[in-house]
């Protein structure tokens, strides 16, 4: 262990078990590590799952640490930005397929040319890097009551939110794209 590196010692306290460990390393080093997962993703939501899921990580695989190898925040730091990386691909693995199916449809339900549907394609695009910046909440009710054609009473019931709630998110996240798109 280096000399003078208490998030080290923490770390082989947390690989002893100790709970007590883990929350001070919480406490010295959130911050830190959630700025990490917010400047890759650019959602509070998820930079906030993605540093629980980290911590977690921390935990389980503290004895894997090598204090020989750096420092213990850039160790930490490193698990928090492969866990946002992974969430990135994951999602834009995801939106591509959305746009394919997209296209898929579009070209299903009209005659469209092909010039007119790679326009839309990109139009799309950009409605979806909007929607990324909404609470997953607001995303998904608008994709349900857009495309998928819920009506807000059908949204509150599957959701088992209030119906002024459902109105109030699809009405914000809808002017939060419009916002972006401008």
Not at 23 to 28: A, C, E, I, N, S
Not at 80 to 109: G, K, N
Not at 125 to 134: E, K, P, T
Not at 152 to 179: F, N, Q, V, Y
Request: aromatic share 6%; proline share 3%.
């Amino acid at each position: 262990m280096l000399k003078g590196d208490p998030l080290a010692d923490l770390l082989s306290r947390c690989t002893a078990g100790e709970e007590q460990a883990l929350k001070k390393l919480y406490q010295f080093c959130s911050p830190k590590l959630y700025a990490v997962a917010l400047a890759l993703l650019k959602n509070e939501d998820l930079a906030e799952d993605i540093l629980q899921d980290s911590f977690v990580k921390i935990w389980k695989r503290s004895g894997t640490y090598n204090p020989s190898k750096g420092a213990a925040m850039t160790w930490m730091a490193s698990i928090v930005r492969h866990r946002a990386l992974d969430v990135l691909r994951s999602a834009r693995l995801q939106r591509e397929r959305d746009l394919d199916q997209f296209a898929v449809e579009m070209i299903a339900d009209s005659n469209q040319d092909p010039l007119s549907l790679a326009e839309t394609k990109v139009s799309m695009a950009a409605i979806l890097d909007c929607m990324d910046q909404l609470k997953e909440e607001q995303k998904q009710c608008i994709i349900k009551a857009y495309c998928y054609g819920y009506s807000h009473d059908e949204l509150s019931k599957s959701l088992a939110m209030p119906l002024g709630t459902i109105k109030a998110w699809i009405r914000r996240g809808i002017k939060r794209i419009r916002e972006c798109l401008d």
